[in-house]
């Protein structure tokens, strides 16, 4: 699935590994009876939260950037763990956080927007704060809201968008942009919406003020805004929004009605509500449904004039009850029987097909066709000046992972192959002037196991042994709802996220697309990724979902006893697993076994692979022993 479904399954193990889960079940529970919770920092300041924390922290990419402070999580890691948990226990009790390190980030129109960057134990405690926070917040957030939730992404919002389009035949559409929300949160309005979700703890209030107010290296202390950048910022925004989408849906599709209305359940776990909806249409209410990503929404309608009206109390909305002003170039009311309307990257739009029925169409927005183009040819030229076979199997790979993550995220529009195709071929022709006779076409090189839905494109091609995908190569996949029994934090709802998540991370994928083990081949590195993908993301042995840190490619036969890196010798194993294969201490083979507590079948496929590095089998009674 899409990099939005990021590390999911293993978020959700590391709640259970450090025994928060029930916690986390309880508090959300607990939100949804509308209790109070006045005590939350206790729970904050737990050992398994911080050490859940810093778990959760050091697999996020920006963990690696330094703040005003020059830190990063490898200066964390360097303190033991009782160091670690004192000093986060310590800040908790008088927090003040460290000065803010700023940086522009390029947007899409030439412009830039502000990054807040917290020093990296700011971060850790922001994390804390929001593994405590988000299940008591996500009881009170609206179904219409959809970015930067669990489980929710940038699909399930095109899904329901277009839901209204072409099922509902909701054609008239209000555009509101927000002018610099994150820039404009008004500090104490956020803290009251806190309040009013019933957290009442006052030391934690106090705590989420201070860091709202921190200072912005050379700039001074902010009097509003949510810095975008700190790892709470995003839960902070849903907040403030989210009585704007309680508000919309209270007009139409949450009105009270004198009947109970029957329904069939649909297979999302929506009950449908068209009986419903048919009575209240004999009404002069306005009908109206919001769908919200972070701060770009939509509020679909059914008529011109309901949306004239809709759109000035919209705006009047805003600003009285938030303090928030719309763009007046960038907002406005489109009918998309006539007109386009942009969507996180998307261009929608609906026509009449057959039976004068109407269908969505969607094309990748040229903002996002013109950086798509730019991206592949900055790649390109990293592959032309790469030097040596290291680093031009690490260019190739970035291209690589690059072009799947353009078309695991673009596939969602319908016109996805001819939008692409438009610039695929300049492409092309760019990259094959600079790489010349570097590149050659498919002979007899085989398709890497990551690789496999591109083996029917004719516009493979190789850079020696390394594939270069294609990017014109992609296939419209439907955006999809989110089931509503999908749940972090019942177990129920758990069990649908394992079931429904796809076999491999593409995050993980791609990171080791990225970053391939300098001081190994590249058949090594290479074979690890097809290796990767044809486990499942699994280890070999316990049969395990494994996190990126958890990955270790084991030769089955040493090279030290004359293996070498073929795809025949390498398996992809638990770190754990693999320190097991190779031990020859009985203290550490106890040590290891105590955590693993392999079944006979597993133990049976692990003394194969210590009998082939020379190592002597461990029984099963032996383990039985050790356990």
Not at 114 to 136: A, H, N
Not at 277 to 295: G, S
Not at 431 to 452: D, F, H, M, W
Not at 478 to 501: D, F
Request: aromatic share 8%.
């Amino acid at each position: 699935m899409t990099g939005r479904r990021l590390l999911k399954r293993q978020k959700l193990r590391n709640n259970e590994y450090y025994d928060m889960q029930s916690v986390f079940d309880e508090l959300y529970e607990n939100s949804l009876a509308k209790r109070e919770f006045k005590n939350l920092i206790s729970i904050i300041t737990t050992e398994e939260n911080i050490r859940l924390a810093y778990r959760n922290l050091k697999k996020n990419a920006g963990s690696k950037t330094p703040g005003t402070d020059g830190k990063t999580i490898v200066d964390l890691a360097k303190m033991s763990e009782p160091e670690l948990i004192c000093l986060v226990q310590q800040k908790f009790k008088w927090y003040q956080p460290r000065s803010v390190r700023r940086k522009e980030i390029p947007k899409g129109n030439g412009k830039t927007r502000p990054l807040g960057i917290p020093t990296i134990l700011d971060r850790l405690i922001q994390q804390c704060v929001l593994q405590v926070m988000e299940p008591i917040c996500e009881a009170k957030f609206c179904e219409t809201s959809n970015g930067f939730r669990p489980n929710r992404g940038v699909e399930n919002a095109l899904a329901q968008a277009e839901k209204h389009m072409q099922k509902s035949n909701l054609h008239i559409v209000i555009d509101i942009d927000i002018k610099g929300f994150f820039d404009n949160v008004n500090h104490g309005k956020l803290l009251r919406q806190i309040w009013t979700m019933g957290i009442h703890d006052k030391k934690l209030l106090s705590i989420i003020s201070a860091m709202l107010k921190a200072e912005v290296a050379g700039i001074g202390f902010p009097e509003k805004g949510t810095p975008q950048g700190g790892i709470i910022s995003p839960l902070l925004s849903n907040i403030v929004l989210n009585e704007l989408d309680w508000w919309i849906t209270s007009q139409w599709a949450e009105m009270p009605t004198r009947h109970e209305y029957s329904g069939r359940i649909h297979t999302t776990g929506t009950k449908d509500q068209s009986k419903k909806y048919r009575e209240l249409r004999k009404t002069k209410l306005k009908e109206c449904y919001i769908v919200r990503y972070a701060d770009d929404f939509k509020i679909f309608c059914r008529k011109h004039s309901d949306a004239v009206k809709l759109f000035e109390a919209t705006k009047a909305w805003l600003k009285e009850r938030l303090g928030l002003d719309i763009s007046p170039e960038k907002s406005k009311i489109v009918n998309l029987k006539h007109e386009y309307s942009d969507f996180l990257g998307f261009r929608i739009k609906v026509h009449k097909g057959k039976g004068n029925k109407y269908v969505v169409i969607s094309h990748i927005a040229p903002k996002a066709l013109k950086r798509i183009k730019e991206s592949a040819k900055e790649k390109g030229k990293a592959i032309q000046h790469s030097s040596g076979e290291m680093e031009e199997f690490r260019a190739v790979h970035d291209y690589n992972s690059f072009v799947m993550g353009v078309h695991n995220y673009y596939r969602m529009a319908t016109a996805a192959s001819p939008d692409i195709q438009r610039l695929a071929f300049e492409i092309k022709i760019a990259i094959k002037n600079r790489l010349q006779e570097r590149v050659k076409r498919r002979s007899n090189q085989t398709i890497p196991a990551y690789a496999k839905r591109y083996a029917k494109s004719k516009e493979i091609r190789f850079i020696g042994k390394d594939i270069l995908l294609p990017i014109g190569y992609i296939q419209h996949h439907p955006p999809i709802h989110k089931k509503k029994s999908v749940n972090k934090y019942t177990a129920a709802g758990r069990a649908e996220i394992h079931k429904n998540l796809e076999s491999v991370d593409m995050t993980i994928l791609h990171i080791l697309m990225r970053n391939p083990i300098i001081s190994a081949s590249v058949e090594y590195n290479d074979n690890r990724i097809s290796l990767y993908v044809a486990q499942h993301g699994r280890c070999a042995i316990t049969k395990e979902q494994l996190s990126l840190e958890e990955i270790h490619c084991h030769h089955k036969t040493p090279r030290s006893l004359g293996g070498g890196d073929s795809y025949a010798n390498l398996i992809i194993l638990h770190e754990r697993i693999h320190r097991l294969v190779h031990a020859t201490q009985n203290d550490t083979i106890a040590a290891i076994m105590q955590t693993v507590q392999l079944n006979k079948q597993q133990l049976e496929k692990l003394n194969k692979f210590r009998k082939l590095a020379g190592n002597e089998a461990v029984t099963f009674e032996q383990q039985i022993t050790c356990c």
